[in-house]
């Protein structure tokens, strides 16, 4: 899958919420890393050789040396741990960051992550749309109402909560919905947006 130079490795592709959520994490942390892509149209994540990384044929796949990791969330916790950056300073603080982390598989990936993809690559609105959006409305107002509070997700600085949230929040025009609606989430993206090392998807994991 190419010649690697840095032995941090991150497989996936741009379009991919859960790669810009590891793509975030090493750029923030500062760690220089091999961007691999997985042809995802092409079906490059069921060849063989993909496969032996993770037979569920899911990204990203994540490697340092000879650690591997598939799940994002894992990966953002192993880069906190390894680097002492964005992650918890005691028990209390590891609890809400896996609340944050959790609503974010809850109400992001199975809610405003979904209805991206019925509007772009799916059926559009009707039955699945709108089955999934009762969950994305729900999340987006708890998301809104704790935002207009604090600055940041679990602590009063930024965490990896705050890192695997905002990759879905990026989505909510592609959703159906208008960021004006949204002000504390739209000041709250501003404020994740100007931390040291932020980066879009095409900057973070270029394709060429």
């Known amino acids: 899958m190419g010649k690697k130079s840095s032995d941090y490795i991150l497989y996936g592709h741009p379009v ?19 961007f691999e892509i997985v042809d995802l149209p092409a079906g490059a994540n069921l060849n063989p050789e993909f ?9 990203p796949v994540f490697r340092h040396g000879s650690l591997l990791l ?13 680097t002492k950056l964005f992650g918890p300073n005691n028990w209390d603080e590891e609890a809400r960051i896996g609340d944050w982390i959790g609503f974010s598989v809850d109400f ?20 699945i749309y709108d ?13 809104e109402a704790h935002l207009k509070k604090h600055q940041w997700l679990a ?4 965490t990896i909560a705050d890192i695997s949230v905002y990759p879905v929040m990026t989505y909510l025009t592609d959703g159906g919905y208008e960021t ?3 002000s504390g989430i739209s000041l709250w993206m501003e404020h994740f947006q100007s931390l040291p090392g932020f980066g879009i998807q095409s900057r973070l994991m270029p394709t060429v």
């Open 131 to 143: 089955y999934f959006k009762t969950s994305a409305d729900r999340g987006l107002s708890l998301l």
């Open 51 to 59: 496969l032996e990384m993770n037979p569920l044929g899911k990204i």
């Open 70 to 82: 598939r799940q994002s969330h894992d990966v953002l916790r192993y880069l906190a741990s390894q």
């Open 16 to 34: 991919s919420g859960n790669t810009y959520k590891v793509a975030l994490m090493l750029s923030l942390c500062s760690i220089d890393y091999d």
């Open 155 to 158: 602590c009063d600085r930024p």
């Open 108 to 127: 992001l990936s199975y809610g405003l992550a979904r209805l991206r993809f019925e509007l772009l690559f799916g059926s559009g609105k009707g039955p």
């Open 180 to 182: 004006s609606d949204f």
